[in-house]
């Protein structure tokens, strides 16, 4: 509603003053659009601003497109307070199954997040990036984009190397119910230790990568078979983060088809590549102080960016939108990526940098076996999550408290993550993230476990839309907006910005439950508000979905 409403606004804005930017916007506390067009009018027919806004309101009001909204002049702004028809038609969308999704759209997406190196299990470094991707996918979906979602495999590079070595020498047997990926983060701790005690190794480890470059289908396979059991684990975690991916993408399958060959004839062609002992591209031109980008070491082999070419050139024939995911000490590499791509004259991705999320305790490292995977981290919330279910619902059984507290503890954890604006860093405190009373995924889930309940002991009602209260007026209003903040998710690339919407929706509704009777109301009062629980709570349940969180009816 609030996007129809908005343009509409706009387009008798245009048509009222000729000009196409009208300056409108959110109005704060004081309207609920304002517009800043009478500063710019001002200019061109030398008049005061205020003046022109006054003359401005007089007009508009005069529109009968605007309906029931009502316009104002404050100083040189025009102010816009919606009617009794938007609330009215805001509530009843918000009733609709799948509010908030908008038209299908043509453009084809491609989002590639997580990527994590297949030598280990995912750490809590890494979930950040599955949030903030898995949250983007599912708002993309909701927007009517078709998207495919993928993973990058490394299955190429020097740590996978150490993992096939240590398989064939360490001799390192699986514990007995032992996640695959744990497993091979053993194999390669272990050979790395094997490595710092014998250098020597490493001139194996280099002949493993001039192979698996060449082909050798030996070992490729042992490479292969390395990295798909590790993957095996990785899913199975992103599976406990509600996360899901269309497509692994291989990166050895570069080699394999002849695109990495491909690109490095093209980049030999450019201006701007030379080739001595190595093949580089000269980026200074694009500000870089170290000009060297190198495609090509001197054994002949490639390098990881030069199968990252590949596989964006891959990318962009079968997609109109790129999106990456990617760590913020990625920048550099990232910036060099799309430097190349351009002078290649390919479509470069969109990439959204984070900042990394950690833990009171400190940094991780896989390579020196110091980290806390993911796995350990969901443990441990579902742990205490457990706890303070049971200590709210002991009359519940055992299971559905343990049921309970696997979506408590999954909604703790991603919205904590997402919450933060990406650029930004965050440290994970369990405490504060599976606090009922604090603005937590917990918090929103329980606000829409109070509406399901509120719902329940009503029974039957007529839907009705008559809203007066302060605390009535402002929950429906926010309601309307919910379709708008998705559009914006999607066009900003920016989910904090749902999960703000959804933590004010949840304490927009707690405040009118607390002021405005439901259940103790009667007549016209009833049931309008009984039909506003019922868009809160339908609201919710979309938000959190798409934030990749279980809507929870009973908590």
Not at 230 to 247: F, S, V
Not at 348 to 370: C, H, N, Q, W
Not at 390 to 404: Q, V
Not at 446 to 457: G, P, V
Request: charged content about 30%; hydrophobic content about 40%.
């Amino acid at each position: 509603m609030f996007r129809e409403t908005y343009r509409n606004v706009e387009r008798v804005l245009r048509a009222c003053t000729g000009e196409e930017d009208v300056g409108l916007a959110g109005g704060g506390d004081h309207a609920d659009l304002a517009s800043t067009v009478a500063f710019k009018l001002a200019k061109k027919r030398r008049l005061a601003p205020r003046q022109i806004a006054a003359e401005l309101a007089e007009r508009l009001r005069a529109r009968p497109e605007l309906g029931d909204i009502v316009v104002e002049a404050k100083g040189p702004y025009v102010n816009f307070h919606f009617g009794e028809t938007y609330l009215r038609e805001g509530v009843r969308r918000a009733l609709s199954p799948g509010y908030g999704d908008l038209p299908p759209r043509s453009e084809r997406v491609v989002l590639e997040h997580t990527s994590a190196n297949p030598n280990g299990p995912l750490h809590v470094g890494h979930i950040r990036n599955t949030v903030i991707g898995d949250s983007l996918a599912r708002a993309f979906r909701k927007a009517g984009y078709p998207l495919e979602v993928q993973y990058y495999l490394n299955d190429m590079g020097r740590q996978i190397a150490i993992v096939s070595w240590g398989f064939d020498h360490l001799g390192i047997g699986r514990h007995t119910g032992e996640k695959e990926d744990h497993y091979v983060a053993r194999v390669y701790v272990a050979a790395n230790r094997a490595i710092e005690e014998n250098p020597e190794i490493t001139e194996q480890i280099d002949r493993l990568m001039q192979r698996v470059e060449r082909g050798d289908r030996e070992t490729v396979q042992r490479f292969r078979t390395a990295v798909a059991m590790c993957t095996e684990g990785i899913k199975k975690t992103l599976a406990a983060l509600n996360a899901h991916h269309d497509r692994f993408v291989w990166e050895s399958d570069f080699i394999r088809i002849g695109d990495v060959d491909r690109v490095l004839d093209r980049v030999r062609r450019l201006p701007q590549a030379h080739e001595d002992d190595t093949l580089w591209v000269d980026l200074s031109e694009f500000g870089f102080e170290k000009k060297k980008y190198i495609l090509r070491r001197s054994d002949g082999t490639s390098v990881y960016s030069t199968r990252d070419l590949a596989y964006h050139t891959w990318k962009a024939r079968n997609c109109d939108w790129m999106i990456d995911v990617l760590g913020a000490d990625h920048k550099l590499i990232g910036a060099q990526l799309i430097a190349t791509l351009q002078l290649l004259g390919e479509r470069p991705p969109e990439i959204v940098y984070f900042e990394f999320v950690s833990l009171p305790e400190g940094s991780m490292s896989t390579r020196a076996g110091k980290f806390v995977s993911a796995d350990e981290l969901i443990g441990e919330v579902t742990a205490k999550a457990f706890d303070e279910v049971t200590a709210r619902r002991p009359e519940l059984p055992e299971a559905e408290r343990a049921a309970i507290a696997r979506s408590v503890a999954i909604a703790a954890i991603r919205y904590d993550i997402v919450k933060i604006s990406p650029e930004k860093s965050t440290v994970f405190d369990w405490r504060e993230a599976l606090d009922f009373e604090r603005q937590s995924g917990p918090y929103i889930q329980y606000a829409h476990a109070r509406a399901c309940s509120i719902l329940e002991k009503a029974g039957a009602f007529q839907e009705t839309f008559e809203y007066r209260t302060e605390h009535e007026v402002a929950l429906a209003k926010h309601l309307a907006r919910f379709p708008a903040v998705i559009e914006q998710v999607v066009q900003e690339l920016r989910p904090h910005l749902l999960a703000a919407y959804a933590r004010e929706l949840a304490d927009l509704f707690n405040t009118f439950y607390h002021y405005d009777p439901v259940l103790q109301s009667a007549g016209v009062t009833r049931t309008s508000r009984l039909t506003l629980v019922r868009a809160v709570q339908n609201t919710l349940k979309e938000a959190l979905e798409t934030l990749g969180i279980d809507a929870l009816r009973s908590m």
